[in-house]
């Protein structure tokens, strides 16, 4: 998380969106995600979707990698381009509502401000 506040600052981006990242992507949430990935992409392959366990070790890897690397390729670029979509989205609508907040905060100081004068 640290690491990924530190980068975000220096590469001027969303910091929020940089540790939320980091909290998706971790060694408890990485398996999980292979899966959806691999499943995504074997539905869109129409390929039955073989794969019912994930192992983070490299025989595995080695092992699995000749049979479920398309779908897994195809089904993390899917899902990737979809949570920065929604992510995106959601970054706007909440930044929108923040701002529509404070507008209504100035305007309401200014309207008494007026009025007490």
Sequence with gaps: MVLAAIAAI???????????G??????????????????????LLRQPATLTD???SFPWLTETIGHIW?????????LGVFCAVL??????GLWRLHLVRRWKQR???LASTTVAE
């Design 22 to 43: 980091a909290w998706f992507t971790n060694p408890l949430t990485m398996a999980p995600a292979f899966l959806l990935s691999y499943r995504i992409g074997a539905f």
């Design 54 to 56: 994930f192992e983070m």
């Design 87 to 92: 992510g995106n989205i959601l970054t706007r």
């Design 70 to 78: 398309q779908p897994l390729l195809l089904g993390s670029l899917v």
């Design 107 to 109: 305007s309401k100081r």
């Design 10 to 20: 220096v590469l001027r981006v969303n910091v929020p969106a940089a540790v939320l």
